[in-house]
């Protein structure tokens, strides 16, 4: 798929919701970062499964597998814990929940996309995560130049620390880069805890999170605009 023509590509996917999007760069603090980017580099006990199949359908999606693990899921049957048992490490991801505004998650999940050795990027199909609005975010981990493609054509960069708000119910997709040997994201489908914040408003760490980004979201506080307040 080529970028030029993605926009198209995308907007034939059913719709739910607004569209829209925020964007925050440091998200974490260095260490917290670190030990999560260790966690999920290799050589540790965190279990990565192989995946057939990215998304799609996309016709030009000829290297169409990678790693993936679910972490959380409530989609797991009354037999199964939610918290995916083989996950024995769940520490280094608390200081990015701790940092996000959630009342109720539906999912995290890990994605691993490997290197591609054609001469540009490779785009994977579009895809919308849940058939219903909801709150989407996504975190990289990985300086490359393979971004994550946004249904009005938009394509936010592959930048370490990152995290992008936005409703993953609206068609949107990952690609693997040309630069680097892999990239990694985390996923979260989740719904808020019933204010507009992004990030939660009782952590008084994240008063220090600046917004890099945003489109189609309003901020406002009576005649004041207040940048930790988010209307989607």
């Known amino acids: 798929m080529k970028a ?9 996917f059913p719709k739910f919701g607004e569209f829209w999007y925020a964007i925050y760069d440091n998200f974490l603090p260095q260490e917290a970062f670190d030990d999560l980017e260790h966690y999920l580099g290799g050589n540790t006990d965190f279990p990565w499964f192989f995946s057939k199949g990215i998304s799609g359908p996309d016709p030009d999606e000829t290297e169409g597998v990678y790693w993936a693990t679910t972490v959380y899921d409530t989609a797991r049957t009354a037999e199964r814990n939610e918290w995916n048992p083989l996950v024995t490490n769940l520490k280094p991801f608390y200081p990015l929940l701790a940092r996000m505004n959630v ?5 995290i999940k890990t994605n691993h996309y490997q290197k591609t050795y054609k001469n540009e ?3 994977h ?10 709150r989407g975010a996504l975190f990289f981990l990985t300086d490359c130049n393979a971004p994550t493609f946004l249904e009005d054509g938009t394509a936010v960069q592959s930048k ?12 949107h997709s990952s690609s693997a880069p040309t630069d680097a040997m892999y990239r990694q994201t985390i996923n979260f489908n989740f719904f808020p805890n019933g204010t507009y914040n ?18 189609n979201v309003t901020w406002k506080d009576g005649d004041k605009f207040d940048w ?3 209307l989607p």
């Open 103 to 107: 009342a109720s998650m539906l999912r």
């Open 198 to 215: 992004f990030l939660n408003p009782d952590n008084p760490d994240t008063k220090s999170i600046k917004l890099t980004a945003s489109e």
């Open 121 to 123: 990027i490779q785009i």
């Open 160 to 171: 370490k620390n990152r995290m992008m708000f936005f409703n993953s119910a609206r068609a």
């Open 4 to 12: 030029n023509s993605y926009k198209e590509w995308a907007s034939d």
């Open 125 to 134: 199909g579009p895809h919308v995560d849940y058939k219903f609005e909801h």
């Open 228 to 230: 930790e307040r988010s």
